[in-house]
């Protein structure tokens, strides 16, 4: 990527310094009074950081090409990565897709200990459109570094060049590549985990979905970070936070039309798990949400309809934030906290898993808002 710009520098210098300011000047700076929705209270410093891209006036995804959109989401996240977290080491190199190799990124972190350590394979968000290693590099460093965990980020086909399910496929192969070569990687072919954050995180519960049909390693556990599991859902959540929250309906329904081929059926579960006839015997599930996120309601859900079929869930929301906090951790403390404590339990949750991957001890009810 090039290098920011003296403007882009200065910008990223205030963002950070405001970041500290108490949340009364915060929430004076946005220009806007505390915002108070569901029984939720924005957090004062998202409420200023939200401020601030707005004035920043760069263009929304659905107002461009996907080209184009994906050059503006890699420059945005350029500004807002901050220095990288240091890493034991960091190489590129090419995994198994569905139809040829895929790019991806595999992160080993500064662990102390005997190993080997868990691996969790990261499929990153973007509506299927946007998105790839660069623009979620600094939030897998932050897993790494916090979960214990080897990281594997897939940079897997993206529409509307490849629509559904070719990401779909790829996310399978990438996932079923890492259970076969975990150890190759010097990670624990034992616990191997597979997340990914909104479309991300929609492709992981798919890959846990498909994997769970064959007699084949399958992964250990998951990480759903307000992930998209209900595709053509309406009401609650989608439409208290449709406009001013980061996501957007608009996107969304950009993001529908990029990814999903006229006439395909919305309730097929590789394009909704949330419909899947059969959620029982899926693999553990950490299903992490932001209460001012469209996305909400459907990941909550999603979390509930795991527990009704019997699987292990930690369910977790983060009441103040919203939609994307995991890619606002350099410029957001709040957001960086919010991180962590998804990174330690999940490393809480890989350090349990033995032949029964028995989680009952970290299981609990949802966080109120």
């Not at 009441?319 to 999940?346: C, D, K, Q, W, Y």
Request: hydrophobic share 40%.
């Amino acid at each position: 990527m090039p290098k920011l710009t003296p403007r882009e520098r200065l910008e990223v210098r205030a963002a950070r310094a405001l970041s500290a300011l108490p949340p009364r000047a915060q929430v004076r700076l946005s220009g806007k009074p505390a915002v108070r929705i569901d029984g939720q209270v924005l957090d004062p410093e998202i409420q200023m950081t939200l401020a601030l891209l707005e004035r920043r006036g760069d263009p929304t995804v659905e107002t461009l090409a996907p080209e184009e959109g994906r050059r503006v989401t890699r420059r945005q996240a350029e500004v807002f990565s901050g220095p990288p977290i240091p890493m034991r080491d960091v190489r590129d190199l090419t995994v198994s897709g569905a139809e040829g190799p895929l790019p991806a990124r595999h992160y080993v972190p500064e662990e102390p200990g005997a190993g080997p350590h868990p691996l969790l394979v990261f499929l990153h968000g973007g509506g299927f459109v946007i998105g790839d290693l660069e623009t979620h590099d600094a939030t897998c460093r932050l897993l790494a570094r916090h979960s214990g965990a080897h990281v594997l980020a897939i940079d897997y086909r993206l529409a509307p060049e490849h629509p559904f399910p070719a990401p779909v496929e790829d996310a399978v192969a990438a996932v079923r590549w890492a259970l076969a070569n975990a150890a190759a990687l010097g990670a624990d072919p034992e616990r191997v985990a597979v997340g990914g954050d909104s479309a991300g995180g929609n492709l992981a519960a798919v890959s846990c979905l498909e994997l769970a049909r064959e007699d084949g390693p399958r992964p250990a556990a998951q990480l759903l970070l307000y992930p998209t599991v209900e595709a053509g859902r309406q009401g609650g959540s989608l439409d208290d936070f449709a406009e001013g929250f980061f996501l957007t309906k608009a996107q969304m329904e950009w993001f529908a039309a990029q990814y999903v081929p006229e006439g395909t059926d919305p309730d097929d579960p590789r394009l909704s798990p949330l419909k899947a006839p059969d959620l029982s015997g899926l693999p553990p599930a950490l299903v992490l949400t932001a209460g001012f996120d469209p996305l909400r309601d459907e990941g909550e859900d999603y979390a509930h309809a795991l527990r009704a079929a019997g699987v292990p869930v930690l369910l977790r929301r983060f009441p103040g934030l919203v939609h994307g906090f995991g890619n606002m951790t350099s410029v957001s403390r709040t957001s960086r906290e919010a991180l962590i404590e998804i990174a330690g339990a999940m490393r809480a949750v890989l350090a349990t898993i033995g032949p029964a991957h028995a989680l009952d001890q970290l299981v609990e009810e949802p966080a109120e808002a």
